[in-house]
């Protein structure tokens, strides 16, 4: 059975940093895609950031670009989501996420791609 445990959340102020774990157990970490998707309030879940099983592809929304890194250590069955110069709009519980499928060389970015997902972890950015 695939388990995911986020950890790392927390309150931050703004321009701040938080990198975000994922752990991965129940089957082979390193063959399959995993990614980062958010939720604020009110808000429907949202695409965040995605690593192919190799790391060689990542993808990222546009909100986030060049604040936010993705990373993977298949050794130890965890990725990362580096998040800079936070801003109370990323406020929101973030998941960890993966799919079924392994392989393939490209990432996900919509919520049905994936199958198993995380308790999630509050992230919250004060003004």
């Known amino acids: 059975q695939v388990q995911l445990v986020e950890s790392g959340g927390g309150l931050v102020q703004a321009g701040g940093s938080l990198r975000l774990s994922c752990a991965a157990s129940g089957r082979t970490f390193s063959n399959y895609v995993m990614g980062w998707f958010r939720q604020a309030p009110g808000k429907e879940r949202e695409f965040v950031a995605a690593i192919t099983w190799s790391g060689s592809n990542t993808g990222y929304a546009d909100s986030v670009k060049g604040r936010f890194t993705i990373s993977r250590d298949n050794a130890k069955n965890t990725v990362y989501l580096q998040m800079n110069s936070l801003k109370p709009e990323d406020t929101a519980v973030y998941y960890c996420?993966?799919?079924?499928?392994?392989?393939?060389?490209?990432?996900?970015?919509?919520?049905?791609?994936?199958?198993?997902w995380g308790q999630g972890t509050q992230v919250t950015v004060s003004s």
């Open positions: 996420a993966t799919r079924s499928s392994p392989f393939g060389s490209i990432w996900y970015s919509r919520v049905g791609d994936y199958d198993y």
